[in-house]
C-alpha cells in the first residue's frame, strides 16, 4: 500500500512516499525549483516521490496533506469576534481555504491521473502532523511529544503522548499566542527579515549578554502546566493582521512587532545597518527567553507524561542550541529530532498519521538517517570539465573506483586545507548537508571560516561552521552530548579541544555536531576515519554544499557550484576534480 504525504501551501513545499509503512522517498520541493523554503502545491517532489519509488500515479492509494482548513473553526471564529478583526484579513484567509479545500486539480496533474481517478485525500491538521513527524519514526514505542512552530491551522504549540500507533494530544496554545511568532518577530526587529532568519539570530546570540532578558520577558508571560501568553501590545498579529504569502516561490512574512516594541527597545536595526554589541546582546537575550520559555513547555509536558523521552518538531525544534540543553533544564533523558522538523516534515508526519492513527497500522519503521531524497549513481560530469576553457584556472580528474582510494585522496585533500565539495549517493531531507551534499574542509585549521566565506559562501561572518564527527569520538571532543546523525542539538566542545578545532568552535565554545556512524553512512564513515588517520583528528568542517541557493540535487548542479565559487576540489560519486591555477 502506498501512502503520499504533501505540505502544499505553507513554506518549505515537500512530500514523501510510504509503501507499506516504510518510509521509501522524502524531498523537498525547493530542490527543483531552486528557490528556498520554496512555498506552494509541491508537484515536482510529487514527481520525484512517484520516479523513486517506481510507481505511477495510479498506485498511489492514501494522500495525506499536512492542513486542515476546517480545523479550530469555532476557535478562529469566536477569536475573529471578539477582537474585530479586520474584514480584509478574515477574506484573505477564507481564500487561502479555499485553495486548500481545492487541491484536486493539481493533484491530478502531479499525479499524473485524471482528476475523477483521485486515491483518497486526507486532510490532517497542521500541529497534529508535526507531532506524528516526532514521534511515529523515532525509536521509542512510547515518547512525550511536543510541537513548536509560529502558527499552523491555528495552533503554535501542542503537546501529546504517543504509544505504539497512536498518539494523544493531551494540551495546546492556540492563535494569537506563540513562541515562534516571539522569536520571528524579534528577529524581525533585528534587521533579518526573510523566512528563516532566526537560525542567523541563534548564530549571533553567543557573541553577546543577555543584558535585555528583562524587557524581552515582557513580551510573554508564563503560565500554568507549561501554557504561556504573549503580551499583546507588543505584536501586530492580533489587531491589523500580518501578511503572509504561502504560494508562489519564496514565502514571505510581514512585520510582526508593533511601535510599543521600539518604545521598549530602542529603534529596531534596518537590514544593512551594522551590527553592534546591542543587538548582539539582543540576540543573546533573545535566545535566553526563549529557552526559558521552551524549557517551561517542556516541564509543564513532563508534568503531564512523566515519560522520559521527548520527541520534537516544529520550527523551534530546529533551535539547536536550546535542544541541546533539554537534558540539563527537564527530566527529559532522550530526545529525537528528525530532521526536517520544519514544515517540511509535516508532510511525513501526515503520512504516518494517516497510517498508524488513521488506518492503525503497527509501527515498523525507525528513521536513523536523512537520506531519502534522490540519487545520480552513475552520473559523470568529466565530460563537462573537459569541455570547459577558462581563462584562470585548470582542471584535473582522476578516478577511484575503489572506495578506499577515493576516500584517502578525499581526506588528503582535506587534510592540505583545500576546500572539498563532496556529493554522494542520495540528497538529504531536511535543511542540513549530512554528508552526502556537503562541502568539507579541515577543522583544525583557524582561517578556514574565513576562507570559505572567501571563497563560496560570501555569508554573515558571525555565523558558524559546524564538524562532522565520529560517533565513537563523540565523548572525546564535546561535553554531554548525545549521539545525532541530524546535526539538531549544539552541545560544548571541551575545553582542552577548542585550540584544535577552530574552525567549528562557535565563539562561546559549542559546536553543533553531527555524529556519523558506519551503518547509516558507510561512505562518510570512512572519509573522516581516513582524515583521522592523517591528522589525528576524527573531524571535519561540514557545510551545506550550496551558495546562496537551496543544497544543490543534481551532479551537474554541484559542478556548477564548484565551477562558478573558488572551491578546490569536488568529488561526484568516484571522481575527484581539483582546481589548479594557470
Ligand atoms: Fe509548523
Known sequence: MHVLGINAYHADGSAVLLRDGELIVAVEEERFRRIKHWAGFPTEAIRKCLEIGGITGADIDHVAISRDPKANLLRKAAFAVRNRMHISNIVNRTRNLAKVHDVSAPLADALMIPSGSLPKVHFVEHHPSHLASAFFVSPFDDASICAIDGFGDYLSTSMAIGQRNKLDVLARVSYPHSLGVFYTAVTQFLGFPNYGDEFKVMGLAPYGSPDHVAELRKLLSLKQGGMFELNRPFFRHWDEGVDMEWDGGSPTMGRLYTRELEQLLGPPRAKDEPLTPYHENLARSLQAVYEEAAFHVLNGLWERTHNPRLCM???????????????????????????????????????????????????????????WGTEYPEADVTEIVAQRDDPQWTYSVSHHPDEEALCKATAQLIADGNVVGWYQGRM?????????????????????????????????????????????????????????????QVYPVRPEKRLILPAITHTDGSGRLQTVNARTNPRYHRLISEFAALTGVPVVLNTSFNENEPIVDTPEQALDCFLRTRMDAIVVNNTVIQRHPR
Not at 582561517?447 to 560570501?458: G, S
Open 428 to 488: 538529504e531531507w531536511g535543511a542540513r548537508a549530512l554528508g552526502n551534499r556537503s562541502i568539507l574542509a579541515d577543522a583544525r585549521r583557524g582561517d578556514m571560516r574565513d576562507i570559505i566565506n572567501l571563497k563560496i559562501k560570501f555569508r554573515e561572518k558571525f555565523r558558524p561552521f559546524a564538524p562532522s564527527i565520529l560517533e565513537s569520538a563523540m565523548d572525546d571532543f564535546f561535553v554531554g552530548a548525545a549521539p545525532d546523525p541530524f546535526m539538531q
Open 313 to 371: 518538531a516544529g520550527g523551534c525544534a530546529m533551535n539547536s542550541v536550546a535542544n541541546g540543553k533539554i537534558r540539563i533544564n527537564t527530566p527529559f533523558t532522550d530526545v529525537y529530532v528528525q530532521p526536517a522538523a520544519s514544515d517540511n516534515g509535516t508532510a511525513l508526519g501526515a503520512a504516518f498519521y494517516v497510517w498508524n492513527q488513521t488506518l492503525g497500522k503497527s509501527r515498523g519503521f525507525v528513521m536513523e538517517h536523512g537520506y
